[in-house]
């Protein structure tokens, strides 16, 4: 069964690259007969945003020809805080016990302040804390990722969770980033001025969601990625960008 990539990217002031505010973007994965629906909630997605409304809206379908791998969804855990310090001090501890030197968690959380100037993620090394993408305000996007049919559902009763688009969407997005040898960690928050969730996920330690990572209002948002020095950034960058994954139950590599 061929299998196609929907992309959706929104914006206010034009085309991204062309200075315009990111409103809202999406992933979807989906055989041909889900293509119209698929779409239909992409473009729901991007003219109901909270961020505002788009002036420049793309959607990109193609086929997929290159093989889609199969990963297990990072296990999850959610840490409810009352107040953003208390929730960015457990994203440092959690990260402090994957390894970083607190000069280079400090540096990741200087990176975050800037990346809602950034469309995609910034990737940093994980010794020195310095920005390694060199993709400037593109930043990296994390593409063609998706559960396959029905998954989410199975795993969300599993876990004894109530399905949840946001928990889907962003763990398909971390268990891909995570995925890669050398990947260190990664640290994120929405850029939705009404959703203050944020997480660290690795491979190691799983996805931990921490409830308040940002103040209600806040428009800054975006993602942070720590890879090992040894990591050869331009495949990791292609892997990112090219290599199509669909999340299911069980042990993928």
Known sequence: MNLYSIRMRAALGGPHEQGGKHISGGEQIAAFHEIQDRVSYLLRKALEHDRGNPDFLQLTIDLIVEPVQMLSPLSVYTHTVNQVEEGRNLARGILRD?????IVIDKGFKWMEITNEVRGAILVDAITGDRIDQQGLKGVRATRLDWKVGEFEKWCYAQQLQPNIRLKEALALATKISHYEGVVAELCWSDDPNYVIGYVSSKILGYHRITKMKEHGDENGGRVIFVNPDVRVNDYI???????ILLKMGEYE
């Open 98 to 102: 994957l390894g970083l030197k607190e």
């Open 238 to 244: 292609q892997f990112l960008e090219k290599t199509p």
